[in-house]
């Protein structure tokens, strides 16, 4: 997301839950680095200490836990966005 920097990951959307939990960024070459952040009710950013490489991230908490997702389809607008499609991944079927 644009404004996201190595120390601060910008939200589409205002969170709703407090707590402590862990960013995990996955790095371009498919490693995974993570560190521990705490979150408040309403924030629209979370702050990573200590900084991590700008890329794809994921943020879990004991309350809130990581999916897993099958892509279907991307596609790209005419504004450089991306449109990802994807179903819920089901690790009973091949």
Same mark, same amino acid.
């Given at each position: 997301m644009a404004g996201?920097?190595?120390?601060?990951r910008l939200l589409d959307a205002?969170?709703?839950?407090? %707590?402590?939990?862990?960013?995990? =960024?996955?790095?371009?070459?498919?490693s995974y680095v993570s560190a521990n952040v705490t979150v408040s009710v309403g924030a629209t950013q979370i702050n990573v200490s200590p900084p991590?490489?700008?890329a794809s991230w994921v943020?879990?908490?004991?309350?809130? %836990?990581t999916q897993k997702f099958r =892509?279907?389809?991307i596609s790209e607008g005419d504004d450089g966005t991306y449109a990802i499609s994807a179903v819920?991944?089901?690790?009973?079927?091949?």
């Open positions: 996201t920097t190595e120390s601060t205002p969170i709703g839950m407090a %707590g402590a939990g862990v960013v995990v =960024v996955i790095m371009s070459d498919g991590l490489a700008s943020l879990s908490t004991a309350t809130l %836990g =892509v279907v389809s819920a991944y089901d690790t009973d079927k091949p």
